[in-house]
Structures are given as C-alpha cells and as structure tokens.
C-alpha cells in the first residue's frame, strides 16, 4: 500500500465540536502504518491527548496550510478563507457542487493551488449509495428541536448534549396537546432519525418519500403542525413550500426544520429563507399571523457530538485503511471534483 499521510484538523467554526476520526479509530488507522497528524483543538469533543495516547502526531491548530504536500486534509465543514491557493487533498464537506453561492471561489482556490476537493457529500458505492454520513443524527436533531419549539421548550441558545439528556427534554408532557406532525424523506438516514426522535416525543408523524413527493399534495402538507424536511435533491424538483404558501389562508404549518439546509442551491426544496439560522439564534420568525417559525440549522449533528462522531468515524474508517484515489469510493470523489470544477469553466493547474 502507497504510505498515507492523514491530517486531522481543527475545525474553525466555533460551533463544530465534531470529528470525522474518534481516538479509537485513529488507533486503527495507526496500526494499519497510516500516518496520522492530528490539530490541537480545545472544542473536539475528544481531547487532543486521546489521540496522542494511540500514537498520532500531534500539530497547532491551523498548521495544516504548511503540512507535507503528501499529506491528506481531513476535516468535516468549511475551511477558513485563506490560503487563496489550496495546495493539498482536502476532505470534508465542500458544499461546492450545486451552484452553492460560494462554490465557485471555493473550487478556484484548489485551482490556483493544484490541490482537489474529495468531498465527503460524494464518498459512495458503486450503486451511489453514501458510505459516511451524518444524516441519522441530523434527522433526530432536526426533528428534536422542531418539536421543543413548538412545545415552548426550546433554548434561545443551543448547546452540545447527549443523547440521554436530549431525550429527557423530548418525554412528552400529559399536558401537550396533540402534535401533527410530517417527514417529507422518511425512508432514508435523515428521516429515520427524525422519525425515532418524534417517537420519543410521543408523536406518530405523517412520512411521505419519493412516491408523495411526485405528485405533492401541498394542501395536505400545510395541514399539519410543524414540517421536518429530510429530503437531499440532487436533480430539480418542484419546492415543497413557497413563499406564497406562508400566506395561504387557513394554514396550519407553524414550525419548519430543514434538516438538508440547500439555502442558495436552485436545488432547494424550501425555497423560503436566504440563511441558516444557528445555535445563539435557533429559530427565525418568517410570518407573524399566524406564526411561520423556520429552524435550518446546518450542522446539526454537532450538538450530540459524541455519538454522531463515532457513528460517523466507524463508517468512514473502512475507506480511509483503503485510501487511494486511483479508483475506488475516492476516484469516484476525485472525478466528480474534477468535473464540477469543468462545469464551472475553471481549469485546474
């Protein structure tokens, strides 16, 4: 096996205290001769002393611009705004490939550098079937606070939990007036998890998937209580909520969570909102009578950070022991960079 060098970074967003690699499986990658350089990073969920204990490497936050040009940039969400040339292979999450507002300036930095976005979006088999996601817990979340800001339980200002607790806060109340509530993509990661966290609260949704999406009966959506959208598109469909459905007259939906969060993409199914709300500001009003509340929060999974990690890293750990580019889960990366960046008119160095 050609010798891999992985360089785990510090996440600037003050908000993401996930990592794509728990401790236990940097150990593996170690033992299988991967070389593993790992940032300080404070806010991790695990400290940087757990990786150091199986053997990694240890670097300053931010020092990944000046690490070896072999080495491979692992991260999860966006890198910070310099350098302006991007030297290396990058991982994570580029949300650069469907006319996002900044995937252009995005993929002309790996341009200018030489280097290659392997975006984690695009990690999958040779059915398209994704191999590392987030979604379940992206889904539960989603679900979970959209049901704690209807009940009036919900913090003005989010803060990393765990499971358990999350769940004492979801045990519905004797009080609590019936919920109706709709998960538009049920049948996949995301939509699972929003199921099991409506289960916990009690509340038994409506679930449509492809099939009620076909054909959307958008009377029917705006006769329930809150809306979890779940659903990834990747080619145009008609949106689920337009603008003039938040004046539709006897509107019921009051409370919207877009789980997906495609906000600036034409791809976006809820074409409502120009910008993610975030964890000091969770929730933003769009109308007042009757009340709109929309929650698009996009990276949810980082407020349970100890179980989305490890549910992720355990996913993702089998492509990393076989990291190769040439063909493979990371070809397929590699080529769909390749042509995004040919979409856009940007050729690479």
């Given at each position: 096996?050609?010798?891999?060098?992985?360089?785990?970074?510090?996440?600037?967003?003050?908000?993401?205290?996930?990592?794509?690699v728990?401790?236990?499986?940097?150990?593996?990658?170690?033992?299988?001769?991967?070389?593993?350089?790992?940032?300080?990073?404070?806010?991790?969920?695990?400290?940087?002393?757990?990786?150091?204990?199986?053997?990694?490497?240890?670097?300053?936050?931010?020092?990944?611009?000046?690490?070896?040009?072999?080495?491979?940039?692992?991260?999860?969400?966006?890198?910070?705004?310099?350098?302006?040339?991007?030297?290396?292979?990058?991982i994570?999450?580029?949300?650069?490939?469907?006319?996002?507002?900044?995937?252009?300036?995005?993929?002309?930095?790996?341009?200018?550098?030489?280097?290659?976005?392997?975006?984690?979006?695009?990690?999958?088999?040779?059915?398209?079937?994704?191999?590392?996601?987030?979604?379940?817990?992206?889904?539960?979340?989603?679900?979970a606070?959209?049901?704690?800001?209807?009940?009036?339980?919900?913090?003005?200002?989010?803060?990393?939990?765990?499971?358990?607790?999350?769940?004492?806060?979801?045990?519905?109340?004797?009080?609590?007036?019936?919920?109706?509530?709709?998960?538009?993509?049920?049948?996949?990661?995301?939509?699972?998890?929003?199921?099991?966290?409506?289960?916990?609260?009690?509340?038994?949704?409506?679930?449509?998937?492809?099939?009620?999406?076909?054909?959307?009966?958008?009377?029917?959506?705006?006769?329930?209580?809150?809306?979890?959208?779940?659903?990834?598109a990747?080619?145009p469909?008609?949106?689920?909520v337009?603008?003039?459905?938040?004046?539709?007259?006897?509107?019921r939906?009051?409370?919207?969570?877009?789980?997906?969060?495609?906000?600036?993409?034409?791809?976006?199914?809820?074409?409502?909102?120009?910008?993610?709300?975030e964890?000091?500001?969770?929730?933003?009003?769009?109308?007042?009578?009757?009340?709109?509340?929309?929650?698009?929060?996009?990276?949810?999974?980082?407020?349970?950070?100890?179980?989305?990690?490890?549910?992720?890293?355990?996913?993702?750990?089998?492509?990393?022991?076989?990291?190769?580019?040439?063909?493979?889960?990371?070809?397929?990366?590699?080529?769909?960079?390749?042509?995004?960046?040919r979409?856009?008119?940007?050729?690479?160095?």
């Amino acid at each position: 096996m050609t010798a891999v060098h992985l360089w785990l970074r510090h996440e600037p967003r003050p908000t993401e205290r996930r990592t794509p690699v728990v401790p236990a499986d940097a150990r593996r990658l170690i033992e299988h001769g991967i070389t593993l350089t790992v940032e300080d990073s404070p806010q991790r969920i695990f400290p940087t002393g757990e990786y150091e204990a199986v053997g990694a490497q240890v670097a300053p936050a931010g020092s990944w611009v000046a690490a070896p040009d072999d080495a491979v940039i692992l991260g999860l969400k966006e890198l910070p705004d310099d350098p302006d040339e991007l030297t290396h292979r990058h991982i994570f999450f580029g949300h650069a490939y469907k006319q996002q507002p900044d995937a252009e300036a995005l993929l002309t930095r790996f341009a200018a550098g030489g280097g290659a976005l392997l975006d984690l979006e695009y990690l999958v088999d040779d059915t398209g079937r994704r191999l590392a996601a987030f979604g379940y817990w992206a889904g539960y979340l989603g679900a979970a606070l959209a049901v704690l800001h209807h009940r009036g339980r919900l913090a003005a200002e989010l803060t990393p939990t765990d499971e358990k607790a999350l769940g004492e806060l979801l045990s519905p109340d004797s009080g609590d007036r019936d919920i109706s509530a709709l998960v538009i993509g049920a049948l996949g990661r995301s939509g699972r998890g929003a199921r099991d966290a409506l289960a916990a609260a009690g509340i038994s949704p409506t679930t449509w998937d492809l099939a009620e999406t076909q054909d959307l009966d958008r009377d029917a959506l705006l006769a329930h209580d809150l809306l979890v959208n779940c659903v990834l598109a990747t080619s145009p469909v008609p949106p689920f909520v337009r603008p003039q459905d938040l004046d539709a007259p006897g509107r019921r939906l009051r409370t919207v969570s877009d789980v997906t969060c495609d906000v600036g993409s034409p791809l976006n199914v809820l074409p409502v909102y120009d910008r993610t709300t975030e964890w000091a500001d969770p929730v933003r009003r769009l109308r007042d009578e009757p009340p709109f509340d929309l929650i698009a929060i996009d990276n949810l999974p980082s407020l349970l950070p100890l179980e989305s990690s490890t549910d992720f890293s355990a996913s993702l750990l089998p492509q990393l022991l076989d990291f190769r580019t040439d063909s493979g889960p990371w070809g397929r990366c590699l080529a769909r960079f390749a042509s995004a960046s040919r979409e856009l008119g940007i050729k690479q160095g």
